[in-house]
């Protein structure tokens, strides 16, 4: 059934179709609108057999979550930005107990300075936690990676991460197509554990673990990781059949037949990169590009056979590693190690700032021509930067760079002396 609905709402409607059995979150911009529409189908009756709970943190929602999974349930929650760094010790433990949990993350940037703004840099931060991480392009990709989470979470007794745009798409209304609840129920079958706390048959969840079996647990986890990147594809072909289109799975390529330039990037940016490329390709130019639907586990060789025949990779982040540069560029490396491939990283996009097709045109031009810097920052004001480097070497107290910056371009929430 096509609704036209906001993207949260759509994403609360994939949660409640999946029949989960407890919810716990706390609000946190901007994933809260998901978990308010769940509370209301709740309370309201619409969602049957699940419990509600209303919790005192984000460490609290995952930890009644990860108690909720080992007891059996079919559990969910949600989070953004400093929500899920505060939760970061429960991340860890969920995968490490091997706990079927959905979660989704509304993409946010992490502060300080405080940002409520877009990026990806709190799903990065923890990108390495055990979890398997999928990110949408569009709300109708959201809502559908969600009904494969929950499916996928339970084939593997993993953790599933389902990574959306804050604002971008957790805000945005777009018609979206709803399928029925006998078309969920048939693609995803009621939960059977693979591990339950049952008094009548006691076990211990969650024990010390030495040296002398550490290292076997940690592999059977990676393992675990990379059965997932055979899983993924299989439950995207199954989705693909029972419901009739195409979502999730690896990578997504787009205009990549004799492609010499390739951009790679996550989420919903790729629908205005698709958009350049087609313009690009319009005029003469060998260009197209690779979205990644799944950033962990990272599709090593399958990014590696997506990309055979290129000769130059560009790969457009929305997160920065301070001191290094690009995340997903370093996975990109790793993919193509051996290949005489040249391989830029543009940031783009930090704290939600515009990400414009004159800016992907003119960036992704200079990559064809080979003009582009190893890394560059998109839309950098460099005339902010350099006034603001040369006050802090003439003052020793020259206090703090966010405020600063502010006071240069006149903006609200800077003190202006």
């Not at 290129?310 to 995340?327: D, M, N, P, Q, S």
Request: charged letters at 20%; aromatic letters at 6%.
């Amino acid at each position: 059934m096509l609704e036209q609905m906001e993207g949260s709402q759509a994403v609360a409607t994939a949660i409640a179709l999946a029949r989960p059995q407890v919810i716990c979150a706390y609000p946190i911009t901007p994933q809260t609108h998901i978990v308010e529409g769940l509370g209301e189908m709740v309370k309201s009756g619409e969602l049957k057999g699940c419990e509600f709970i209303n919790v005192e943190s984000e460490f609290a929602a995952l930890s009644v979550a990860i108690g909720a999974s080992a007891a059996g349930a079919r559990t969910y929650t949600a989070t953004s930005s400093q929500g899920l760094l505060f939760m970061a010790e429960a991340v860890y433990n969920a995968a490490g107990l091997e706990l079927p949990i959905v979660m989704t993350i509304g993409n946010r940037a992490i502060g300080a300075p405080i940002n409520i703004w877009n990026d990806h840099s709190d799903s990065m931060a923890l990108r390495d936690a055990g979890w398997i991480q999928l990110f949408a392009d569009t709300n109708q990709e959201a809502l559908d990676l969600h009904i494969q989470a929950f499916r996928l979470a339970e084939d593997l007794s993993c953790p599933v991460m389902v990574c959306m745009d804050g604002f971008i798409l957790t805000h945005a209304y777009e018609r979206v197509d709803l399928p029925a609840q006998a078309e969920v129920d048939a693609f995803l079958p009621p939960y059977e554990p693979r591990q339950v706390l049952d008094p009548a048959q006691p076990v211990t969840i969650g024990a010390m673990v030495g040296p002398d079996a550490f290292t076997e647990v940690r592999y059977l986890a990676h393992h675990r990781q990379l059965s997932a990147l055979e899983k993924i594809p299989e439950v995207a072909a199954a989705f693909k059949a029972r419901f009739g289109r195409a979502s999730g799975g690896l990578l997504r390529g787009y205009r990549m037949e004799g492609a010499e330039t390739v951009v790679i990037a996550l989420g919903s940016v790729n629908g205005t990169v698709q958009d350049v490329i087609d313009e690009m390709r319009a005029d003469g130019m060998a260009i197209g590009s690779l979205a990644i639907g799944t950033f962990r586990p990272f599709p090593l060789a399958a990014l590696r056979a997506a990309l055979a025949g290129a000769k130059r990779v560009l790969v457009l982040e929305k997160c920065l590693a301070a001191g290094v540069g690009g995340i997903v560029t370093d996975d990109v490396r790793r993919a193509l190690a051996g290949e005489q491939v040249r391989i830029n990283t543009v940031i783009g996009g930090l704290g939600g700032r515009a990400i414009t097709r004159e800016s992907l045109r003119r960036v992704f031009a200079d990559a064809c021509a080979a003009r582009l810097e190893r890394l560059s920052f998109l839309d950098l004001d460099t005339g902010v930067v350099e006034r603001e480097l040369a006050r802090e070497r003439a003052a020793r107290r020259s206090g703090p760079t966010a405020e600063a910056v502010l006071r240069q371009l006149g903006a609200p929430g800077s003190r202006l002396g």
